[in-house]
């Protein structure tokens, strides 16, 4: 009689026990087994697949300062400091991050969502921050191209904002002119991070704490979102 012989993997500890369970079922069938442990990845690295790669920009740049805060302080700078956050969180949660813009540079918003045809991107997400002449207006909102599939996925994402800096919930917004969501070509958002016009807003845009807060509630939205495809 040809003798069978199985290979028992396992990966844990917790497996170990139903491993050597499995063995001992083999041996009384009179079968040729031993037990193997294997290493297991952790869920969040695939190991068939490169991991998803993101493009974050950074809104305006170089000679496009964006709107212009009470103390002077230039959307552009903003959009750059949060951006660079948002790379360092999206890369703990290991995605691969490209930037249309590293330093104090310009881009035409079609350059911007062309990169992320470039890179075989999995989304795109732009960051900007608001302005109005009402000094008053508040808050953070999202804005998204109604021919993609991606409202809810706006809505989530304005209210983790919102939520995380306790600012209010603009909502989200469909908007069909913009060519940075138009010309992406894959699933893109812009978030409008809160108002640089408002004085108090400006005070929470350039604190790093609120920055950082900001940049992890993206993160985590667009996490679960990728995690999904
Ligand atoms: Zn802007």
Known sequence: MKMHRVLVQV?????????????????QAGKLAWIETVEILP????????????????G???????????????????????????????????????????GDSFKAPAARAAE??????????????????NRQANGVETLYNP????????????????????????????????AVLRKAGVPALIVETAFIS?????RLLVAAEEQEKIARAIARVVDDYCARL
């Open 11 to 27: 990966g844990s500890f917790r497996d170990r026990k139903n491993a050597e369970k499995c063995w001992q079922r083999l041996q």
């Open 43 to 58: 869920p969040t690295i695939r190991s068939n697949q490169s991991p998803a790669r993101i493009v974050v920009d950074a």
């Open 60 to 102: 305006h740049g170089g000679k496009d300062p964006g709107a212009v805060g009470h103390t002077g302080i230039k959307e552009k700078d903003i959009n750059l400091a949060i951006a660079h956050r948002l790379k360092g969180c999206l890369i703990d949660h290991g995605y691969r991050v490209v930037m249309t813009r590293e």
């Open 116 to 133: 992320a045809h470039r890179v075989g991107a999995q989304f795109f997400i732009s960051i900007h921050a608001n302005a109005h002449q």
């Open 147 to 178: 021919a993609q599939n991606t409202k809810t996925l706006a809505e989530t994402l304005v209210r983790a904002v919102a939520e995380a800096v306790g600012i209010f919930n603009r909502g989200a917004k469909p908007r069909e002119d913009l």
């Open 198 to 202: 408002n004085p108090e807003e400006e």
